[in-house]
């Protein structure tokens, strides 16, 4: 007998590989001699941060079938990860 899944793959599974893509993508094209501008740098890497997490977090959620609501700490240590690294890059 088998159930059927709380979280569907159409919905956290595949947005989730696409999220961490995309993340990955922003993320490495921000090298240090990329032809990114000084004013977009500072809000492009936070943004792949946010993207490659979230999609990490949507792709827990569909391994484990958990919805988010029950995922609070999990999300809230994402959120604490992502601000840490943000943070640590103002430094540089």
Same mark, same amino acid.
């Given at each position: &007998?088998? #159930?059927?899944? /709380?979280? %569907? +793959?159409?919905?956290?599974? /595949?947005?989730?590989?696409?999220?961490?893509?995309? $993340?990955? &993508?922003? $993320?490495?094209?921000?090298?240090?001699? #990329? #032809? *990114? %501008?000084?004013?977009?740098?500072?809000?492009?890497? =936070?943004?792949?941060?946010?993207? !490659?997490? $979230?999609?990490?977090?949507?792709?827990? %959620?569909?391994?484990?079938?958990? =919805? +988010?609501?029950? &995922?609070?700490?999990? /999300?809230? !240590? #994402?959120?604490?990860?992502?601000?840490? /690294? *943000?943070?640590? %890059?103002?430094?540089?």
């Amino acid at each position: &007998m088998t #159930s059927k899944p /709380l979280v %569907s +793959f159409t919905k956290r599974g /595949l947005p989730g590989l696409l999220l961490i893509a995309l $993340g990955l &993508m922003l $993320g490495l094209s921000l090298g240090r001699h #990329s #032809s *990114w %501008s000084v004013e977009v740098k500072p809000i492009v890497y =936070p943004l792949a941060l946010l993207l !490659a997490v $979230g999609g990490c977090n949507m792709i827990g %959620s569909y391994i484990q079938q958990r =919805p +988010f609501r029950t &995922m609070r700490t999990a /999300l809230l !240590a #994402s959120t604490v990860l992502v601000v840490s /690294l *943000w943070l640590g %890059s103002l430094t540089h």
